[in-house]
């Protein structure tokens, strides 16, 4: 897995605010289960390393809007203050237009995209499995073609190449994404794809 040095494009903050969305309290209650069931790898704050961050993110469509993990922050131990609200993505330009107290996720673009090509997906999640990795052409699940560094325009268009109508979807060499209705969906197709991992062992 690449190593995190932070987020690769600029964010524009309209507001500076703790945001209060109820889904919020859903993604932070997900983002402990994933990273109970082992999905979510944790590593030192790059700029702070006596903090301690995660790999992946999670994020909820909010109308025409979404909400995002901030970039650093910890899933097993999130707190409404590691929200932020997207209200603008310039691709192109690499900016985010944002309210929150704290930098969105890396994946930012990623999950715009997505988002924009499936009108249908709510709710979004990235985590890390090795096994998963090691194990999903195995199992049948569609992987992008090329391993592409974290948080690129490469590694969003490599996503959307082979994205169709899958509900779960593995980035070669870094890691899958769970796509839902709810958060509970969400999270209960990767709950799924372990359980038959663990059966073909």
């Not at 310039?90 to 995209?113: C, K, R, Y």
């Not at 709950?191 to 991992?197: D, N």
Request: hydrophobic content about 35%; proline content about 3%; glycine content about 6%.
């Amino acid at each position: 897995m690449e190593h995190y040095q932070g987020i690769k494009f600029k964010v524009q903050f309209l507001e500076k605010k703790i945001l209060d969305f109820p889904v919020q309290n859903e993604l932070i209650a997900w983002g402990k289960k994933l990273s109970e069931l082992g999905c979510i790898p944790t590593y030192p704050h790059p700029e702070h390393p006596r903090i301690i961050s995660s790999s992946g993110n999670l994020s909820a469509r909010i109308n025409d809007k979404f909400i995002i993990t901030s970039a650093g922050s910890n899933l097993g131990e999130l707190t409404q203050a590691d929200f932020a609200e997207i209200i603008h993505v310039d691709v192109h330009a690499e900016v985010i237009e944002a309210i929150g107290v704290a930098q969105p996720s890396s994946e930012t673009m990623l999950h715009n995209s997505i988002y924009q090509k499936r009108e249908e997906v709510q709710v979004i999640f990235h985590g890390h499995n090795q096994a998963l990795l090691t194990r999903c052409s195995q199992i049948g699940l569609i992987s992008t073609k090329k391993w592409h560094p974290y948080g690129t325009r490469e590694l969003m268009e490599s996503v959307c190449e082979v994205l169709g109508k899958n509900n779960i979807i593995i980035m070669k060499d870094h890691g899958f994404l769970s796509f839902g209705k709810t958060c509970q969906q969400a999270g209960e197709i990767i709950i799924r794809v372990l359980t038959e991992i663990e059966k073909e062992k």
